[in-house]
């Protein structure tokens, strides 16, 4: 997504009458449904006022591309500024310049690390040169148009207010300098310069609008990646928090051989990368000499990591590089340099098969390697036993003697990059309280099903890369382990059945070609991700007037992650509700955000499921908003009072309920009015309404307020418009008004009229499954084209 899209000259204007700020603003409220800090929206005024002055160069075409905080797709990230035309050679090329404020800054002996001045104090942070090619390799890995179409992608980095260059040009960073140029305040011209050399000539081709609705790939699987990244490759590119975390830990590493005990702690959300940064590290100890293992409680990211490399190691070493949590009972002190422990939050205190061996699992790693680094979510804390909260894993480290450093993971890598749906996952289950109410602005894939056969419908149509799976709740029991024609989730209400995930792919069910059919549980997918997840929520966890009601009775007896649970209930009610409501809620959290892409969700209680509908899908599935809210409304409305109808203000309309009115002359009292921005005078026939749904979202972005034309003469060949016909079934909505494409084909009448013989309206969306409306000659009388798309605002 671009928040803001102008030519050089427009930019430049913006620049000089001091508004790039609102209209910067004025899109984050658009786009985003939510505003910014005063102290980013004074970042914008100083920065981009810089850039300007550099854009002001004649030699800098004034038909180049301006993009501004574009989010780079399937990541929390935001690209500062980029400027797009042609070079010399007329090579498509997008300039991505990384801006800072910085005044101050410190080099040191880390690989892409630097320090500086943040948040009133001196802090680790990623060198703007690392940061700005980081984010140009996330694009081209991401993106098939820059591939496919050879668009150029020149990262550097402005520090605009930096007059000493001595640290940020250390040697230490030539190799991400040769990449990406950094440049201070005094280096104002020869920036204009870089700038000059990639873009001599406009942006022609609007490279931005099509690298904006260029089709996503998603980030290469970390299992997929292993092999290489062992091999000495360095399969996935590191950003921002992930970077410093990696060297941090080298860093605590080195300190350790020299007999200082080190505990890293990292927290991170789901898709934060913590697995990516664990793997990351397994290769770079690994090629270093360190003697250093992946560890996990759970089997299952391990037996597909281990499958991945089995043929290409021998089976000692895959067996040397990753190891179960309770494999350490009996390891000598620090005979490991460094232990990788990652989904930290699942250890437990004892191990075996009974769980009657060894102390404490915490304890254990820490007393067998010099530095212990542990991975930790404790909102994925799911079973009785889990153990790996923070708390715990400080209380051992002083008992041990270790120095603890702690660090937080923020970039988000899954659930389509935003936290914002990660968010709304925890205010839907009660879990917190966020400011995300509603997945509206949010551009993930999240949709209610009707029933649980709709939903496998879903899962095996988005499989085309093995990547999308069902997982459920523990809610039935494991019949087919010892009957392989048993069926274990049954909804006969639904006539639906599967089975668990099969006894002979076990921990590798997730790689297992076809285990689309079968159903996996919180045991066989935590710590791993998935393009797309289907989840079914069972009786465990139900809605009652509004309000999560969790029971872990409802749970299989055979679900050793509450087992007890029923004893519990009956010595302690409150204290069992209370774990059992933490486990539950943890658990479809996990499940929840598994996918990269989407998820699709079916819960077993109907009222829960209506609830889980509204929640969801209320309003993203309206095609047009349901009038007078005026959600993220860009302009004000006026006072009944001030109102000069079409002279300073237009007639926001509720399409619902007045679609059918717009040839009629309307009053002020029938409507409320809004004022357009300076740019665009009022006209008669012009009125505004939201767009909401994702048919048009290449042109319309979910969620934008647009002003038409209403009832349009002349020709309405390839223009978007807003139509109403009964036969009409909107994709989004159901209802018999859109917004499409407009193209009709016409034939001659004996009399010498024409007349239309087909009318086709196009979806233009980046998502699948959006469909041509086609109507014939029979059906196209009744076509009414009630207005013509002017702007988006």
């Known amino acids: 997504m671009i928040v803001y899209a102008a030519n050089k000259a427009a930019f430049v204007e913006d620049i000089r009458l001091n508004r790039i700020h609102e209209k910067i603003l004025l899109e984050f409220r658009r786009r985003l449904s939510r505003s910014v800090a005063a102290k980013e929206v004074d970042s914008w005024r100083n920065s981009l006022q810089f850039m300007a002055n550099l854009l002001v160069d004649p030699e800098i075409p004034d038909d180049a591309g301006v993009s501004l905080e574009y989010h780079i797709p399937l990541t929390s990230k935001r690209i500062d500024f980029i400027l797009t035309g042609q070079s010399d050679r007329r090579e498509e090329t997008a300039v991505i310049v990384e801006l800072k404020q910085w005044q101050q800054a410190e080099a040191l002996g880390k690989d892409g690390i630097i320090c500086t001045p943040l948040g009133g104090a001196w802090r680790e942070t990623s060198h703007p040169s690392y940061q700005a090619w980081t984010y140009a390799a996330l694009i081209e890995d991401y993106n098939e148009t820059v591939r496919a179409d050879s668009i150029h992608l020149a990262p550097c980095a402005y520090l605009h207010n930096l007059d000493d260059d001595r640290a940020v040009n250390d040697p230490v960073y030539a190799s991400h300098i040769a990449r990406a140029p950094v440049f201070i305040s005094r280096d104002a011209e020869r920036l204009a310069d870089f700038l000059k050399r990639h873009v001599r000539y406009g942006d022609r081709h609007d490279i931005m609008y099509r690298i904006e609705n260029g089709r996503i790939r998603p980030s290469r699987s970390l299992a997929d990646a292993v092999l290489s990244m062992l091999k000495g490759n360095d399969a996935f590119v590191m950003i921002d928090d992930q970077k410093v975390a990696f060297e941090k830990a080298l860093e605590l590493a080195h300190r350790a051989q020299h007999g200082e005990k080190q505990v890293l702690i990292i927290e991170g959300g789901p898709g934060t990368g913590k697995s990516v940064l664990a793997i990351n590290l397994l290769a770079k100890l690994t090629d270093r000499d360190l003697v250093s293992q992946y560890v996990s409680r759970n089997a299952a990211p391990r037996a597909v990591y281990e499958a991945k490399l089995t043929g290409s190691f021998k089976k000692s070493r895959i067996s040397n590089l990753f190891r179960g949590s309770g494999s350490f009972m009996e390891s000598e002190p620090d005979c490991f340099d460094v232990l990788l422990v990652d989904e930290a939050h699942r250890l437990n205190e004892?191990?075996?098969?009974?769980?009657?061996?060894?102390?404490?699992?915490?304890?254990?790693?820490?007393?067998?390697?010099?530095?212990?680094?542990?991975?930790?979510?404790?909102?994925?804390?799911?079973?009785?036993?889990?153990?790996?909260?923070?708390?715990?894993?400080?209380?051992?480290?002083?008992?041990?003697?270790?120095?603890?450093?702690?660090?937080?993971?923020?970039?988000?890598?899954?659930?389509?990059?935003?936290?914002?749906?990660?968010?709304?996952?925890?205010?839907?289950?009660?879990?917190?309280?966020?400011?995300?109410?509603?997945?509206?602005?949010?551009?993930?894939?999240?949709?209610?099903?009707?029933?649980?056969?709709?939903?496998?419908?879903?899962?095996?149509?988005?499989?085309?890369?093995?990547?999308?799976?069902?997982?459920?709740?523990?809610?039935?029991?494991?019949?087919?382990?010892?009957?392989?024609?048993?069926?274990?989730?049954?909804?006969?209400?639904?006539?639906?059945?599967?089975?668990?995930?099969?006894?002979?792919?076990?921990?590798?069910?997730?790689?297992?070609?076809?285990?689309?059919?079968?159903?996996?549980?919180?045991?066989?997918?935590?710590?791993?991700?998935?393009?797309?997840?289907?989840?079914?929520?069972?009786?465990?966890?139900?809605?009652r007037d509004g309000e999560i009601i969790t029971d872990g009775r409802k749970r299989s007896s055979m679900d050793r992650s509450v087992r007890g649970i029923r004893k519990l209930y009956k010595q302690d009610p409150e204290d069992a509700q209370r774990l059992a409501d933490e486990i539950i809620k943890n658990t479809y959290r996990t499940l929840l955000t598994r996918g990269m892409k989407g998820c699709f969700v079916f819960c077993t209680d109907p009222e829960t499921n209506a609830w889980f509908r509204k929640q969801i899908e209320t309003p993203a599935n309206n095609t047009v908003m349901r009038a007078a809210n005026y959600e993220a409304l860009p302009y004000p409305l006026l006072a009944t009072e001030d109102v000069r109808p079409f002279e300073n203000a237009v007639p926001v309309f509720d399409l619902a309920v007045a679609a059918g009115e717009f040839s009629d002359a309307q009053s002020v009292e029938d409507c409320d009015w809004m004022q357009l921005p300076d740019w665009l005078r009022p006209e008669p026939d012009f009125f505004v309404t939201r767009v909401i749904g994702e048919s048009m979202n290449k042109r319309i972005p979910n969620g934008s307020w647009c002003v038409f034309r209403a009832n349009p003469a002349g020709t309405r060949e390839g223009k978007i418009v807003l139509v109403a016909h009964r036969d009409i079934q909107d994709d989004d909505t159901g209802e018999r008004y859109t917004i499409k494409r407009y193209h009709s084909e016409k034939a001659v009448g004996d009399d010498g009229s024409w007349y239309h013989t087909r009318i086709v309206l196009k979806p233009e969306s980046r998502h699948f499954g959006y469909r041509d409306i086609e109507l014939t000659e029979d059906a196209v009388t009744e076509l009414r084209v009630i207005g013509e798309l002017v702007t988006t605002l």
């Open 350 to 543: 004892k191990s075996g098969l009974y769980g009657n061996q060894g102390e404490n699992q915490i304890k254990e790693i820490m007393h067998a390697a010099r530095l212990s680094v542990f991975f930790v979510d404790e909102a994925q804390r799911v079973t009785l036993k889990d153990i790996g909260t923070r708390n715990e894993i400080r209380h051992w480290a002083q008992t041990l003697g270790a120095e603890v450093t702690e660090l937080r993971l923020a970039s988000q890598f899954r659930c389509g990059g935003s936290d914002g749906y990660l968010a709304f996952v925890d205010h839907l289950l009660a879990i917190r309280d966020t400011a995300n109410a509603d997945v509206e602005s949010i551009d993930f894939d999240v949709r209610v099903m009707e029933s649980p056969q709709d939903l496998r419908r879903e899962v095996l149509a988005h499989n085309a890369n093995n990547r999308a799976r069902m997982v459920a709740g523990y809610c039935w029991d494991w019949k087919s382990k010892k009957d392989p024609t048993a069926m274990d989730i049954e909804i006969p209400e639904h006539d639906f059945s599967a089975q668990w995930n099969l006894t002979k792919d076990g921990s590798l069910w997730a790689l297992a070609e076809h285990s689309v059919e079968q159903i996996g549980c919180i045991h066989t997918i935590q710590g791993l991700e998935l393009d797309y997840v289907g989840v079914i929520i069972g009786p465990d966890l139900v809605v």
